[in-house]
């Protein structure tokens, strides 16, 4: 079965240092991993995805993802943190069995950048 | 461009009354819909899944069910609610192929009381 795991519940970070959010996947076969980033009382917002190709993604708002095979690992890094950035991330992996093409999440990290 | 509603943003519900939230999609066609519930601001637990109309398909046994009568819409209903159904109720679309990314509606808050 594939899935996804955020091992730190949460992330502090002084504003201007560089920030690091990891996830680390299981899944059979070439995986397809996205970040999402999540405002207080808000949906889901679409960061970057890891299909194939280069294995550093760049996404929205600065963030950049770099997939590693060998490390099962797909960490979500950004070299100047804002305050801004504080939210609620999430690492997900496509379900590719079945109808539906599911995403399945992890548990997400809070991110907390410091003035 | 696709966009994604999906309302009322916050609800409150008396333990036993029926639910009705509703999610609908505009700017594509066939999309792929998900009911996602997250509770106590974190993980997501994917409720049900559509790949078509009138398709449904079901992740955990619990006290909702869903429905797609129309091609971009995507209704989550209960006939009497828990106090457990309380959470943040979140739709999502994504495109056919494998490699898209989903979009999420901007959520219902449910507190059922």
């Known amino acids: 079965a594939q899935s996804v795991a955020q091992p730190e519940d949460q992330v502090n970070v002084a504003e201007g240092n560089p920030l690091t959010v990891k996830c680390t996947y299981s899944?059979?076969?070439?995986?397809?991993l996205f970040w999402y980033v999540q405002y207080p009382n808000r949906g889901l917002q679409f960061l970057l995805k890891?299909?194939?190709?280069?294995?550093l993604v760049k996404g929205s708002y600065g963030f950049e993802a770099e997939f590693n095979k060998s490390q099962t690992s797909f960490h979500l890094k950004k070299p100047s943190a804002l305050v801004s950035d504080s939210a609620l991330y999430f690492c997900?992996?496509?379900?590719?069995?079945?109808?539906?093409?599911?995403?399945?999440f992890g548990q997400g990290t809070e991110l907390s950048v410091k003035p | 461009s696709q966009t994604i509603h999906q309302w009322p943003a916050t609800l409150v519900q008396p333990v036993g009354s029926p639910l009705s939230l509703e999610c609908t999609v505009e700017?594509?066609?066939?999309?792929?819909l998900y009911w996602y519930r997250q509770a106590a601001g974190r993980g997501l637990q994917l409720l049900f899944y559509?790949?078509?109309?009138?398709?449904i398909s079901s992740e955990v046994p619990q006290n909702l069910s869903a429905s797609r009568p129309q091609d971009r819409q995507f209704i989550l209903s209960s006939k009497k609610l828990l106090l457990s159904d309380s959470g943040f109720y979140l739709c999502?679309?994504?495109?056919?192929?494998?490699?898209?990314?989903?979009?999420f509606g901007q959520g219902t808050r449910l507190t059922v009381v």
């Open positions: 997900a992996v496509r379900d590719m069995g079945g109808q539906g093409g599911k995403l399945i």
């Open positions: 559509s790949v078509g109309i009138g398709q």
């Open positions: 890891y299909i194939t190709g280069d294995n």
């Open positions: 700017g594509t066609s066939n999309p792929n």
């Open positions: 999502a679309w994504s495109a056919y192929p494998r490699d898209s990314e989903a979009f």
């Open positions: 899944v059979s076969g070439n995986p397809y």
